[in-house]
């Protein structure tokens, strides 16, 4: 979705802008610049940044083959003999990326170590929860990625088998990601707070051969040991050929693993890493849907493709190069750690940190940012939102002067996230809240770094992706909230599903709503100046008396009155027609639950969004539940009021705490049980 200039005029004004300085010395600019000369974008006009964007976005989306090839020439991607097309068929799903390239994704990744000026900068920076950073030098990353790579063969590790992680955010879980895609494996992982039938019920589907585990980790200033997770994975997955054991917690390799160190210590004479070339679209990773509701959807994501994505994403939107250093707050178990590896695509330190979001304190986050000297720190909008209930002064207590950006995820940054980013971080601190997915590990909308920033909005559609808002009838719209669809592949879209003949979950799952497009699940706006306004699942949508609503817009409110820590709301058809919409609070240390909270909640609501955002109840519950990743979980939630019994409502595998539906499906039962209008909740909410 582009603008005109007549559009980008009437836009409000911005909470920030960034300078014609900043303008010049973006990457984008460069690259825009290139891109004309080179491969017929348009050229920029220079004096309307807005402008430019949208021009050059318009012929990333129109002129795919020329916009690709000119990503692989800026970025100097190693594509093979083959290659003399970069998208040589647009069906979706279908599309084929690059026909005839080889590539290997670890060969980009470590390259930057091979020019002698700074392969003794450090890769990466490794982060517990002691929080002093300690680096790993290119050298060392490249050094042993080779050594492990040559093991993995030694071990039988052949292209296209699969090896998986289950490990925290360190280093040595890099390492073994590109050691697999060195040898041209697919590798996966899970996160060590996943539970063993959670683990299983994603590894067992791709059959690993080779498996890397930690013996425990820390979190929340406390060991959690996992050894006897470990064993049952071993147990259970019969297709196993090695464990790999790595100690961070100091015990002894189990009976019949391997020695982490013993296979990859450099020794004095490193062997040369050998990079296995593959076709674009080989296997280099599988992800994992939620899995909320049956088993996780196994995401396959192509080497070619990831890197190409990757590289415009992190060299382009975020404006990241050699001398910048990353920062994402993630987990081996979500889409972002992926990302954030790929920091070293363009030569940038990654900073991988191993502990709680908020240990020791509620400002962890904001001091690993100063003491890595972060460039681009990225969280989730929660962690902003939780700084500011807990009277976080970032700008004030820390040095952040060597942060740029301060980028959000995993749900909408809510309109007072972006003011007390600005208020407290710095004002002229870029804030980029970005939005897309693991189903094609990347953004589609989110950070540009020319752009202005407008209060609750994100910047613009990323270049490459023809993103828009649609009505039911497959009609775009501007300024009205419709589904978020992408009309044109792009190269990080899921060459498969693993296990799914005939792509048939593939279709199902994006492509059945609006045949050949790419519908993702969310309800968008898209403004008349080309931000984008995300509004929630369109899959849990709120639909009161014909008018459809986004939760988010509704926890932005709640969630800002410091009665309420978290909250979740949900509508229900009901089997007489009528539509019930309960409101789930949790309270905030020391708050009574009583018809003050429901007044507080209900005026709040009409006064900032309208009388149908009330709820028809309040109810107070223990905490929300949510996904492994984080998400809240609406749907399921949903299921369970409808009277869907708890395991076909949900995979507890897939919960970060299932005893919290527990209350969930009581009510539920009760409702189903009884009458369809009787009142579930301790006191109803004020009717609009």
Not at 85 to 91: E, G
Not at 126 to 149: F, H, K, N, T
Not at 501 to 508: F, H, I, T
């Amino acid at each position: 979705m582009t603008t005109t200039s007549a559009d980008q005029a009437a836009a409000p004004e911005p909470l920030w802008r960034p300078s014609p300085e900043r303008v010049e010395a973006a990457r984008l600019t460069r690259f825009h610049r290139f891109a004309a000369a080179e491969h017929g974008a348009p050229s920029p006009a220079g004096d309307d940044p807005a402008a430019d964007y949208a021009a050059l976005h318009r012929w990333s989306v129109g002129e795919p083959d020329g916009f690709w090839r000119a990503v692989t020439r800026w970025f100097d991607v190693s594509l093979g003999q083959g290659a003399d097309r970069a998208l040589a068929d647009a069906s979706l799903p279908g599309a084929r990326w690059f026909p005839g390239a080889t590539v290997n994704y670890a060969a980009h990744a470590l390259r930057w170590a091979d020019d002698p000026a700074s392969a003794e900068e450090p890769a990466l920076l490794a982060v517990d929860e002691g929080q002093q950073p300690r680096p790993v030098s290119r050298r060392e990353l490249r050094d042993r990625v080779a050594v492990l790579a040559e093991e993995m063969r030694r071990l039988g590790v052949a292209p296209g088998d699969r090896v998986s992680g289950y490990l925290p955010n360190i280093p040595e879980a890099v390492v073994a990601f590109l050691a697999t895609a060195a040898v041209g494996a697919v590798w996966t992982s899970c996160a060590p707070d996943f539970g063993a039938r959670s683990v299983l019920d994603r590894f067992q589907q791709v059959e690993p051969v080779l498996l890397f585990t930690v013996d425990g980790y820390r979190y929340g200033g406390k060991e959690h040991d996992r050894r006897a997770t470990v064993a049952e994975l071993r147990r259970e997955l019969p297709s196993l050929r090695a464990t790999v054991h790595i100690p961070l917690l100091g015990s002894e390799p189990p009976p019949g693993a391997l020695s982490w160190e013993e296979l990859t210590a450099p020794g004095p004479n490193p062997p040369r890493p050998v990079y296995q070339q593959v076709p674009f679209d080989h296997p280099l990773w599988v992800l994992y849907s939620s899995g909320t509701t049956g088993l996780p959807k196994a995401i396959v994501q192509s080497q070619g493709g990831i890197l190409v994505e990757h590289l415009k994403q992190l060299g382009l939107h975020c404006d990241l190069g050699a001398g910048d250093r990353l920062y994402w707050y993630t987990s081996t178990g979500w889409m972002m750690w992926n990302f954030l590896v790929s920091g070293l695509l363009v030569g940038a330190t990654v900073v991988v940190h191993d502990g709680g979001p908020a240990y020791p304190a509620a400002d962890a986050q904001w001091r690993i940012a100063e003491r890595t000297r972060a460039t681009l720190f990225g969280t989730s909008a929660a962690y902003i939102t939780a700084c500011a209930k807990q009277d976080v002064h970032p700008g004030r207590d820390l040095d952040l002067s060597a942060t740029r950006c301060v980028a959000t995820t995993g749900s909408p940054l809510p309109p007072d996230g972006f003011r007390w980013l600005h208020e407290e971080v710095g004002a002229d601190l870029w804030i980029a809240s970005v939005s897309g997915g693991t189903d094609v590990c990347s953004c589609f909308a989110g950070a540009v770094p020319t752009l202005p920033v407008h209060v609750g909005e994100l910047q613009a559609p990323c270049l490459g992706t023809d993103l828009q808002a649609w009505d039911p009838a497959g009609r775009p719209l501007v300024e009205e909230v419709g589904e978020l669809v992408v009309t044109n592949p792009m190269p990080s879209m899921p060459v498969r599903f693993w296990n799914d003949p005939e792509d048939r979950r593939y279709r199902e799952s994006y492509f059945e709503t609006y045949p050949g497009v790419w519908r993702h699940g969310d309800w968008i706006t898209v403004t008349r100046h080309g931000g984008v306004v995300i509004h929630g699942r369109s899959d849990s949508t709120l639909n009161r008396q014909g008018v459809r609503m986004g939760s988010a817009d509704i926890y932005e409110v709640v969630e800002r009155l410091p009665q309420v820590r978290e909250s979740l709301v949900v509508g229900v058809e009901l089997p007489d027609g009528g539509y019930w919409m309960p409101l789930f609070v949790q309270l905030a240390e020391g708050v009574a639950d009583d018809d003050a909270l429901r007044t507080a909640i209900a005026a709040a609501l009409r006064t900032e969004l309208s009388p149908r955002h009330v709820p028809d109840d309040v109810v107070v519950v223990p905490g929300i539940p949510h996904t492994l990743t984080g998400k809240r979980l609406e749907v399921p939630v949903k299921r369970l009021l409808q009277g869907t019994p708890l395991e076909r409502a949900v995979n507890p595998g897939s919960v970060d705490d299932v005893e919290l539906l527990a209350s969930f499906a009581a009510l539920g039962a009760r409702r189903t049980g009884g009458s369809p209008g009787e009142n579930p909740g301790r006191g109803a909410a004020a009717r609009g």
